[in-house]
């Protein structure tokens, strides 16, 4: 690691933004969760620091423990899932295990998971009209 990342401050707005965007939610759904608005929610997310009790808060909406959000990092993100991936099909080939994985399956799993997400935005929409 270098002497500069030890000193890189924690940008917890643009962590909960990168994990928000990962769950699958959009600002608005979060911002109605939290009972503001997508202005206030944006400006949370341009913070470098929040509240513990905002952060524990917005952390329960995304079902991710709170260290999650505080310690986000990116690249560490991919090289999980990468080496995740690659380790269990080495493992499962050695054991006589073989997991059948569908791209499909996971795409139509994203498209459900945005649908939902458009479906609660419509209902937000709709309750603020009446």
């Known amino acids: 690691m270098k002497a500069t990342d030890k000193n890189r401050t924690v940008h917890i707005g643009r962590n909960i933004s990168r994990v928000r965007g990962l769950r699958g939610f959009k600002q608005e759904v979060l911002a109605s969760e939290l009972g503001i608005s997508q202005a206030e929610f944006s400006n949370i997310e341009n ?8 952060l524990i808060q917005i952390a329960d909406i995304l079902n991710v423990p709170p260290e999650a959000i505080k310690n986000f990092d990116e690249n560490m993100a991919v090289y999980y899932i990468n080496n995740k991936i690659e ?9 006589g295990i073989h997991q059948v994985f569908s791209p499909i399956d996971k795409v139509v799993e994203l498209y459900e998971r945005l649908l939902e997400s458009e479906k609660e935005k419509l209902k937000i929409l709709l309750n603020k009209k009446k």
């Open 47 to 54: 913070a470098i620091s929040i509240e513990d009790n905002l």
């Open 87 to 95: 380790n269990s099909s080495i493992q499962e080939s050695a054991h």
